[in-house]
């Protein structure tokens, strides 16, 4: 049995933008971006969202829950516009896996999916990863899968110059991949964190990398002791040097150009 992500907040900074579905329990609930961009050099892809000091990752929250009906929602998602945050319209965006046992210093106990039940971390959990090409990720604590083989990411969309539509009439990105809890009516409630990184690249040449980010999933717990699990996530800091191409947090970031404008 699975169960579907069904609303995603930001523990640091966001923009949230309501919705109302007709005849549904859940009509209040928010659907929520991570709002993301290139810096003026296009060398790095920075987040809205303020980090919370050297090498110390943004931490991002997910709610776990069961669907009613044949209604759907969609899953955390990620977006940018072309004229304030520079993307350029033609860049391919992918959202990879880290393991996160060997990017912090102290991280012996976690994995791609590091579970946390208020006692201690483990390396714990099967989250699927769908990408918007058919490509996917299967996550199974400190073991990696995916299709195609060899992968560590998934697409997630190409920018473009314009979509006119509402949410983005100034073209950029607004997408989101699916996360599904693998056999959940056994999975223990706690806090189910992994540790990601958006890349680009333009014709398959890379473009820009971000910082590493943690999106934390609540699987059954009350929203406070689930505030104080996610948390602890931040306790954890990276290895102080770069590995394996990856570019830590905390390093300094040019400012963006403008900021997203709020409708």
């Known amino acids: 049995m699975k169960q579907r992500l069904v609303s995603v907040c930001v523990v640091v900074a966001l923009a949230i933008s309501g919705w109302a579905m007709p005849n549904s329990v859940w009509a209040d609930e928010e659907h929520a971006d991570i709002i993301v961009g290139y810096n003026a050099g296009s060398d790095r892809i920075v987040f809205e969202a303020a980090d919370l000091g050297p090498l110390k990752p943004r931490l991002f929250e997910a709610q776990f829950t ?14 940018g516009e072309t004229d304030h945050f520079e993307f350029t319209a033609g860049d391919d965006l992918f959202l990879r896996v880290i393991n996160a046992s060997t990017y912090f210093q102290n991280g012996s106990n976690l994995g791609y999916v590091s579970f946390y039940d208020g ?13 918007n090409l058919g490509d996917s990720l299967s996550l199974d ?3 990696l899968s995916s299709s195609p083989t060899g992968q560590d990411y ?6 473009t110059d314009t979509d006119n539509t509402a949410d983005r009439p100034f073209g950029g990105l607004h997408d989101h991949v699916s996360f599904d809890l693998l056999d ?3 999975r223990a409630n706690g806090a189910y964190g992994i540790l990601f990184q958006l890349f680009s690249q333009n014709g398959g040449a890379p473009v820009a990398e971000s910082d590493a980010f943690w999106i934390v999933f609540n699987r059954g717990l009350d929203e406070g002791v689930f505030d104080s699990y996610v948390a602890e996530f931040g306790n954890f800091s990276a290895v102080p040097e770069p590995s394996s191409g990856l570019l830590l947090c905390g390093v300094a970031l040019a400012a963006f150009a403008g900021r997203r404008r709020r409708r």
Do not use: C, K, N
């Open 66 to 79: 069961e669907l009613l009906g044949s209604w759907t929602t969609d899953d955390p998602g990620f977006s």
């Open 119 to 131: 006692g201690g971390f483990s390396a714990a959990g099967q989250i699927d990863i769908s990408g």
């Open 141 to 143: 604590g400190s073991m």
């Open 154 to 159: 998934v697409f997630l969309q190409t920018t």
């Open 184 to 186: 959940s009516d056994s």
